[in-house]
């Protein structure tokens, strides 16, 4: 990525993270990251265990201060900014690991994530909208969230995220532990809200072959900074990530 775009306002970029970098302690976790993601699209992260997938999304969602470098969405510096104001701007993160609450209803559960909603009628019609999208949460509203299989609990965490209309989802490994029929439906409903909706999408995979078959951008991510970019039917190509991430 030239130094040019990442300095620029590159309005087509819905998200623009430029020289980032974060550390913990004494350990620099991200340096020097720089990513675009143009708005409609979906934009993959892979990488091996422990190269900083997590950390950058924790750090755009603001759960994660950057010590460096900045986060543009929409245009504005959101670097640092309290996660609360974040959300409020359309920018969703769905965290490894669904973390729902598993003693709420799925109702419930997804009132949460209307939160910063305060008029009735949309967040009914929000509800209806997510219950569109996943057909499963709108048949088990009343079902104890902790009583889902895994899948329907990572769907339950997109619905969450889902419920504040956000315009960008961040999701961090959706398909970690899940039934690979679930996996299929999750990624096949996701799809669709990127094309029928429109919504701009940043993906932390480890299952390296589904994020490339969904995303049209993908950077590699190793120990803590960018190692390749490129799109991903043509990284799919390559043979350094075929050895690397597909299993060839
Ligand atoms: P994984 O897929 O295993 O979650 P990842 O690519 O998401 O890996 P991160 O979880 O972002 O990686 O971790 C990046 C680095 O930062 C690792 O070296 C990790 O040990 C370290 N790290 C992550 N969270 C913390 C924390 N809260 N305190 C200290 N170090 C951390």
């Known amino acids: 990525m030239s130094s040019a775009s990442a300095s620029s306002d590159a309005p087509e970029a819905m998200l623009e993270i430029s020289r980032l970098e974060v550390r913990y302690g004494g350990i620099r976790a991200l340096h020097d990251l720089s990513l675009q993601i143009p708005r409609g699209s979906i934009v993959t992260l892979i990488g091996a265990n422990g190269a900083g997938k997590s950390t950058t999304l924790r750090t755009v969602s603001g759960l994660v201060p950057p010590t460096a470098g900045s986060i543009r969405f929409e245009g504005q510096e959101i670097g640092g900014w309290p996660a609360h ?56 509203l009343r079902q104890l969230a902790g009583t889902l299989s895994g899948g329907e609990q990572q769907m339950l965490a997109i619905g969450r995220a889902l419920m504040g209309r956000p315009t960008c989802l961040m999701l961090d490994e959706p398909s970690l532990g899940i039934a690979p029929l679930l996996v299929e439906l999750i990624f096949e409903r996701l799809v669709a809200l990127n094309r029928e909706r429109g919504m701009t999408m940043l993906l932390v995979e480890q299952n390296a072959s589904l994020a490339l078959n969904v995303s049209s951008y993908a950077y590699v991510l190793e120990t803590g900074g960018i190692h390749l970019e490129g799109s991903s039917a043509e990284l799919k190509n390559r043979p350094e990530i075929q050895a690397a991430y597909l299993g060839h």
Request: net charge positive; glycine share 8%.
């Open 85 to 140: 104001k974040i959300v409020a701007l359309g920018l969703a993160h769905v965290p490894e690991g669904r973390l729902v609450f598993p003693d709420l209803s799925v109702k419930e559960n997804l009132m949460m994530g209307a939160y910063l909603r305060r008029d009735r009628k949309v967040i009914a019609s929000d509800l209806e909208w997510v219950g569109e999208f996943f057909p499963r949460l709108r048949e088990r």
